[in-house]
């Protein structure tokens, strides 16, 4: 039996002029047992295909599934197995640590005692702070107690919801820690990002714009289909070396990325490059062949970007 | 480069009772260069950067900001600052041009001179169509660009960016940093306080805060070097997992 | 049953741990019953009157020192024609104006009966009952003590006149309408925000994804501002008793029994207001300009129903505070007994049944 299953789902939501679709015939299945990644800025429909799964929302139309459960007509059953951390963490912000605990243990019949050891692990770092209340904790306690709430009835499937945004890094290290233990218990893991760089640490992601999955895949394979060479450039003035870039001929692409810009050729005369660039008065060009990451796969699936502006500005 | 100083802080200080929430923060920041002001939640770099902004009062230590005193010259400094924040930025039931005219009149901008800029930026960002609209309507990603374009409308020295770019699509992102750049090399200085260590991969010089203090300043190239790490994320996971407070 | 309590407590943590709402929830009633009640009693101290006396007679001597060694009265002028009355009136200075018969104690001697007549500024119709009552106890101690003297059936008529507002509607105290109010205002607004909070915090949604029924919800939210309620009940009647010296004049038991179907009502509204709205804030208006604003314009709390246009007569029916306020007074006050005010418990049954329907019908089981 497949963990997730969708099929050919759509939902709209209609605003005062137009309709918007949020998600536009996607289909995907997760298998028992896979920690998997819905990757995609805000908009990307992320958080409606999560709310459609926990029989949150009714989609128009597909059909979806949850351990076999339909999320319509099933909904009840599908509500006993399954934990939810929404976008935003959904704490009571003036009950105590432990009190939060404790009430989401109870509206699910059980105890903290009963399921102690499934968050034990999570737990122990907060509980030297359990009589404090939940609206004072810092980002990534508040985070790690939701994940407690959302694991303490011991669910068969974990949706998370952007878990990690506005948690800093060292947070966002140890909660994925924390989901490969989860994983190896044996938990079914759906968990939703806009950070390209929590792609790889899922089993395999879908990589979501303006509603509709690009593409759905191992990481590996994923960065294996980028299918060009990919080559970083540095120089003193990275503005102009940008420009500079974007206006050579044979630029595919061209983007900056931290430190250096990376870019596509669909031509690859690096002799010609590097004369360019000397011309151009970049004297310490540094020009090298690299590995794509899942954000140079996602800049390259992503056809026509959502925004008017020309990929080239006019500065 | 052109090193004229245009943020010099020496050990400035902010205290609320016993805590010190930024504690002898000294460093500057060059013109047209893009500063990065890194650390955790509850590091401190809220509390550091209201002080340079002036709508906080220091404790002790020195800082000028475009040339100005933090403590006596605060209605100057925010004359020459432009500052835009994740949280608020613009007036989401306002139109585009609505909210160019109040911004504009906001920093003292004569109206031709706010009617000149308008429509320079309207064609700049390719908002004919839009220019009418609501701001609320648009899209995350333009509404960060446009907010963006009118923090530095008035020309300001420095430009004061909080927390950005969360959760735009990342060509978006990468035509956001494309504007960071091209203000930089205008001579506009860009101060960008993020948690997002990616983000600062893009600066020309991090500062990294952890409990209130300055743990490490120098170029995103040299700090991975130093700390032996291969990204900006490892050289921040190093200096953090120490802290004692917040996350 | 353990989902329940546990529910329930966390909502009492929500509750007890906000100050500020606590302060407003308990505090609110006590100080409106307590403004209410006592700036009427104040109002009545050194009130100015106006005197026509058309006898001048050692009777009506008496009479006039007797109100004006009370301390509730300063006379403030003495009139001489009848057309003097108005104009006293209208220079708002005066509230009471008594008027003496020609003859008085010659007519009281000899035909053992005599009259004067009260009349009162009855813009504040509170006010103006309080003061000629006064008067009238002032006139019949007097008719008591000569009778007494001289075993003679003497008869003093009072006459009362009310300007302005001769029904006197409201006339009685604010009690009723302060406890329509109040337990309106709590039961509705604040349970609508309680859950309307959760739908706002985003902690619904766990609630939903949940085996918690959502029914199991509504009742655990209901449950702590039904407590709440009837602490406020207690504390106004405790309060207008023997603060304000109000007696409850028929069965406590009836009197409690329709307030807490009159709770019921109030918290199913509120419940309605919350299936409908998104937002604390929205919640919050649509309580105060939809609840408040009909109890305190329609329910006859503050003006009386039966001056009013036809249309807002018609509308009053809708508002429930009205049935209630009725019965509180009928049942306080008057001391009537169910037989004539079932009609209006009828009338609370149905609107607290349609409520709970609608309700039911519209809260959501997704988002």
């Given at each position: 039996m497949k963990a997730v299953e969708l099929e050919n789902i759509v939902k709209t939501y209609p605003t005062k002029k137009t309709t918007v679709t949020?998600?536009?015939?996607v289909s995907f299945s997760v298998e028992e047992g896979e920690l998997f990644g819905l990757i995609g800025?805000?908009?990307?429909g992320k958080t409606s295909i999560f709310r459609i799964l926990t029989t949150l929302l009714l989609a128009d139309k597909g059909e979806a599934k949850v351990l076999g459960y339909?999320?319509?007509?099933d909904y009840k059953a599908i509500r006993d197995i399954v934990g939810y951390m929404p976008g935003?963490?959904?704490?009571?912000?003036?009950?105590?640590v432990e009190e939060n605990l404790e009430f989401f243990a109870t509206i699910f019949n059980t105890t903290i005692q009963e399921n102690y050891n499934l968050v034990a692990d999570i737990y122990k770092q907060l509980e030297p702070f359990?009589?404090?209340?939940?609206?004072?904790?810092?980002g990534g306690m508040k985070q790690k107690l939701a994940l407690s709430c959302a694991l303490i009835h011991k669910p068969k499937i974990l949706f998370l919801d952007?878990?990690?945004?506005?948690?800093?890094p060292v947070s966002r290290r140890e909660f994925w820690e924390m989901l490969k233990r989860l994983k190896a218990q044996g938990i079914t893991i759906l968990v939703s990002t806009?950070?390209?760089?929590?792609?790889?640490?899922?089993d395999r992601i879908a990589l979501m714009q303006d509603g509709k999955i690009m593409t759905i895949d191992t990481p590996g394979n994923i960065v294996r289909q980028f299918g060009r060479n990919l080559f970083s450039v540095h120089s003193e003035n990275m503005f102009t070396l940008l420009n500079d870039l974007r206006a050579?001929?044979?630029?595919?692409s061209c983007f900056a990325f931290g430190e250096n810009h990376h870019l596509t050729l669909t031509e690859e005369s690096m002799a010609e490059l590097e004369e360019y660039l000397l011309v151009r008065g970049h004297k310490n060009a540094a020009i090298n062949k690299i590995e794509p990451g899942i954000e140079d796969c996602f800049m390259q699936l992503m056809k026509s970007p959502s925004q008017p502006f020309p990929n080239e500005m006019a500065f | 480069m052109n090193r004229e100083v245009v943020i010099k802080t020496d050990k400035l200080t902010k205290k609320f009772g016993d805590f010190?929430?930024?504690?002898e923060i000294t460093f500057e920041v060059f013109k047209g260069e893009i500063f990065g002001f890194l650390g955790a939640n509850g590091a401190g770099k809220t509390t550091a950067m209201k002080m340079l902004i002036g709508i906080s009062k220091p404790s002790y230590g020195k800082a000028q900001i475009a040339g100005f005193d933090v403590y006596k010259q605060t209605e100057q400094i925010k004359k020459n600052i432009g500052y835009m924040s994740q949280k608020f930025?613009?007036?989401?039931?306002?139109?585009i041009k609505e909210n160019i005219n109040l911004f504009g009149g906001i920093y003292g901008l004569s109206g031709k001179q706010i009617e000149t800029k308008s429509n320079e930026l309207i064609i700049k960002l390719n908002l004919y169509k839009e220019?009418?609209?609501?701001?609320?309507?648009?899209p995350l990603g333009w509404k960060q660009k446009l907010a963006f374009s009118i923090a530095i409308l008035h020309e300001p020295k420095i430009v004061f960016l909080d927390e950005?770019?969360?959760?735009?699509?990342p060509i978006t992102r990468r035509q956001f940093w494309d504007m960071i750049y091209e203000a930089a090399h205008n001579g506009i200085t860009v101060f960008v306080t993020t948690h997002y260590m990616d983000e600062a991969e893009y600066c020309d010089r991090v500062s990294i805060m952890v409990d209130g203090v300055i743990k490490a300043l120098d170029s995103p190239a040299e700090l991975k070097k130093q700390f032996n790490a291969i990204s900006m994320d490892d050289v921040f996971l190093r200096l953090a997992r120490g802290a004692q407070r917040g996350d | 049953m353990k989902q329940l309590i546990t529910f329930i407590k966390k909502e009492f943590h929500h509750i007890l741990r906000d100050k500020r709402s606590m302060l407003v929830l308990i505090g609110l009633p006590v100080i409106q019953l307590l403004i209410f009640g006592f700036a009427i009693t104040n109002e009545v101290r050194n009130t100015n009157i106006a005197i026509l006396d058309n006898a001048k007679d050692e009777a009506t001597q008496n009479i006039i020192t007797r109100i004006e060694s009370s301390?509730?009265?300063?006379?403030?002028r003495t009139l001489?024609?009848?057309?003097q009355i108005e104009k006293a009136f209208k220079t708002g200075r005066i509230k009471v104006a008594i008027v003496f018969q020609q003859n008085f104690q010659n007519e009281l001697v000899h035909t053992n009966k005599a009259q004067l007549q009260i009349i009162a500024d009855a813009t504040d119709p509170n006010q103006a009952t309080t003061l000629t009552n006064y008067i009238s106890t002032i006139v019949m101690d007097y008719q008591s003590e000569l009778n007494q003297q001289n075993n003679l059936p003497y008869t003093i008529k009072t006459e009362m006149r009310m300007l302005y507002?001769?029904?006197?509607?409201?006339?009685?105290?604010s009690v009723p309408g302060v406890m329509g109010m109040i337990l309106l205002l709590i039961s509705a607004m604040m349970t609508s925000i309680a859950i309307v909070k959760e739908k706002e915090l985003g902690t619904m949604e766990i609630l939903l994804v949940s085996p918690m029924k959502p029914w199991l919800v509504i009742i655990s939210k209901v449950i702590p501002y039904f407590i709440i309620s009837l602490i406020n009940v207690a504390t106004i009647l405790i309060l207008s008793v023997f603060?304000?010296?109000?007696?409850?004049?028929?069965s406590l038991l009836l009197l409690i029994g329709s307030t807490i179907l009159y709770i019921f009502c109030a918290l199913s509204l509120g419940l309605l207001i919350s299936t409908v709205t998104d937002t604390q804030q929205a919640a919050m208006l649509i309580s105060l300009l939809g609840l408040m604003f009909p109890v305190v314009?329609?329910?006859?709390?503050?003006?009386?129903?039966?001056?009013?246009?036809l249309v807002l007569q018609v509308l009053s029916n809708f508002v429930p505070a009205k049935w209630y306020i009725i019965i509180v007074k009928g049942v306080m006050?008057?001391?009537?007994?169910?037989t004539q005010i079932w009609k209006e418990l009828l009338i609370l049954l149905m609107m607290t049944a349609i409520f709970l329907t609608i309700s039911v019908k519209r809260f959501k089981i997704r988002l």
């Open positions: 949020a998600v536009n015939d800025p805000d908009g990307a339909n999320v319509v007509k935003r963490f959904s704490l009571y912000q003036d009950l105590t359990k009589t404090r209340r939940a609206g004072k904790l810092s952007e878990p990690t945004t506005g948690v800093d806009p950070y390209m760089d929590e792609a790889k640490l899922c050579f001929p044979q630029t595919e | 010190i929430a930024a504690s930025s613009l007036y989401e039931d306002l139109t220019a009418d609209k609501l701001v609320g309507s648009l950005p770019t969360g959760g735009v699509d | 301390q509730y009265f300063d006379i403030d001489k024609t009848n057309q507002n001769p029904q006197l509607k409201g006339a009685y105290t603060v304000l010296g109000l007696p409850i004049q028929g314009m329609l329910s006859g709390y503050a003006f009386p129903i039966a001056n009013m246009p006050i008057k001391g009537i007994d169910i």
